[in-house]
């Protein structure tokens, strides 16, 4: 698959491949190889055992873009209709890394070939691949991030912590509940709790959110629960040190308070004149490319389809995310530096 120039094609043979976080392997070569056949140098950064980065360029970046190639499961095959690419990854964010490089194409064929590609992997389950980009080299001044942002070009988004709660009880018989102690009912306790507590706003982001996403306990209807736990997941919009002291004083007794996974927020670079802009609600690899510059992100396609199993991009839109990717880079690199 050579025609690198062709972001339907790409994305069709990206989409046809099963990558999941930690088996990224097979789209990273396909890339690898079809750049590299286009006369790209490539250079591969290993993360874990199988899973590479991988940067490709002509000439020493002064901008680079980059996006993920790793998907949420399962996997939803590749399908085709007149108007749209359905299946695992078309939005997110293949058909994105197809439109970039096509883009790149566009802008060597007009002369400007000091534009980059990276692709990274772990962006769906803590952005290993991008923390590890940080050591990657060469770097340009300006860095392009690919989400589906409905082609908007977006000046930030939020940030996530994932809150996990464990309560300890004793098992009794429920006819005698004053021989042990509920999990459940602490746990209860303290979920009800952080769900009153005030969250923080930001002028340009918005409000944070929070979902109760998991809860497990108890053995059964008649017994008291000797253990209980819940995953909770804020969507946050700035620092979180407030934050996470005021939710782990809201814990009942016997609940003990982890954040074993957080995000950061991001609040993106001087945007051009004349782009239509957003703010998203998603958190992304963003904030951990802050070595490659000056950080903006775009893409075609819609998150409100990512992760299920209706994922698709629209053809018209990919078309249209090719033009943008174009442009933006112009209209960056005209600029100089900020």
Same mark, same amino acid.
């Given at each position: 698959m050579?025609?690198?120039a062709?972001?339907?094609?790409?994305?069709?043979?990206?989409?046809s491949?099963?990558?999941?976080?930690g088996?990224?392997g097979?789209a990273t070569?396909?890339?690898?190889?079809?750049?590299?056949?286009a006369?790209y140098r490539?250079?591969?950064q290993?993360?874990? =055992?199988?899973?590479d980065?991988?940067?490709a360029?002509?000439?020493s970046?002064a901008?680079?873009?980059?996006t993920?190639?790793?998907?949420?499961?399962?996997?939803?095959?590749l399908?085709e209709?007149?108007g749209?690419i359905?299946?695992r990854g078309?939005?997110d964010?293949?058909?994105?890394?197809?439109?970039?490089?096509?883009?790149a #194409?566009?802008l060597?064929a007009?002369?400007?070939?000091?534009i980059?590609?990276?692709?990274?992997v772990g962006?769906?389950?803590?952005s290993?691949?991008?923390r590890?980009a940080?050591a990657?080299e060469p770097?340009?001044r300006?860095l392009?991030?690919?989400e589906p942002?409905e082609?908007?070009?977006s000046?930030?988004?939020n940030g996530s912590?994932?809150v996990?709660?464990?309560a300890a009880?004793r =098992?009794?018989?429920?006819?005698?509940?004053?021989?042990?102690e509920?999990?459940?009912?602490?746990?209860?306790?303290?979920i009800?709790?952080?769900?009153r507590?005030?969250?923080?706003h930001?002028?340009?982001?918005g409000?944070?959110t929070?979902?109760?996403g998991?809860?497990?306990g108890?053995?059964?209807?008649n017994v008291?629960?000797?253990?209980?736990s819940?995953q909770?997941?804020?969507?946050t919009?700035?620092?979180?040190?407030?934050?996470?002291?005021?939710?782990?004083d809201?814990?009942?007794?016997?609940?003990?308070?982890?954040f074993?996974v957080e995000l950061?927020?991001?609040?993106?670079?001087?945007?051009p004149?004349?782009?239509?802009?957003?703010?998203v609600?998603?958190?992304?690899?963003l904030?951990?490319l802050a070595?490659?510059?000056?950080?903006?992100q775009l893409?075609?396609g819609?998150?409100?389809v =990512?992760?299920?199993? +209706? #994922?698709h991009?629209r053809k018209?839109?990919?078309?249209?995310?090719? +033009?943008l990717?174009t442009?933006l880079a112009t209209?960056?690199?005209?600029?100089?530096?900020?």
């Amino acid at each position: 698959m050579d025609g690198l120039a062709d972001a339907f094609a790409l994305t069709r043979a990206l989409v046809s491949l099963e990558t999941p976080t930690g088996s990224e392997g097979p789209a990273t070569d396909l890339l690898e190889g079809a750049l590299s056949r286009a006369g790209y140098r490539t250079v591969r950064q290993p993360v874990s =055992a199988g899973r590479d980065n991988l940067l490709a360029f002509r000439e020493s970046p002064a901008l680079v873009f980059s996006t993920h190639v790793d998907c949420v499961p399962p996997y939803v095959p590749l399908s085709e209709d007149a108007g749209a690419i359905h299946g695992r990854g078309s939005c997110d964010a293949k058909g994105l890394a197809a439109a970039m490089v096509a883009a790149a #194409e566009r802008l060597a064929a007009a002369g400007e070939r000091r534009i980059g590609l990276l692709f990274v992997v772990g962006e769906e389950n803590g952005s290993d691949g991008a923390r590890a980009a940080a050591a990657l080299e060469p770097r340009g001044r300006v860095l392009v991030n690919g989400e589906p942002t409905e082609n908007r070009l977006s000046r930030g988004h939020n940030g996530s912590l994932r809150v996990d709660l464990h309560a300890a009880g004793r =098992a009794a018989h429920s006819a005698y509940p004053e021989e042990g102690e509920s999990a459940i009912a602490a746990l209860l306790d303290t979920i009800e709790r952080i769900r009153r507590l005030p969250l923080p706003h930001d002028p340009l982001l918005g409000a944070s959110t929070l979902n109760v996403g998991l809860l497990r306990g108890g053995v059964a209807p008649n017994v008291l629960a000797p253990a209980a736990s819940a995953q909770i997941l804020i969507r946050t919009v700035g620092p979180t040190v407030a934050l996470k002291s005021a939710i782990a004083d809201l814990a009942a007794p016997g609940v003990t308070v982890t954040f074993p996974v957080e995000l950061p927020f991001h609040k993106g670079g001087r945007v051009p004149d004349g782009w239509d802009t957003t703010v998203v609600s998603y958190a992304s690899d963003l904030p951990f490319l802050a070595a490659w510059g000056e950080c903006f992100q775009l893409g075609p396609g819609t998150i409100r389809v =990512a992760h299920t199993a +209706e #994922e698709h991009i629209r053809k018209a839109d990919l078309l249209h995310g090719v +033009e943008l990717y174009t442009r933006l880079a112009t209209d960056l690199l005209a600029r100089g530096t900020s």
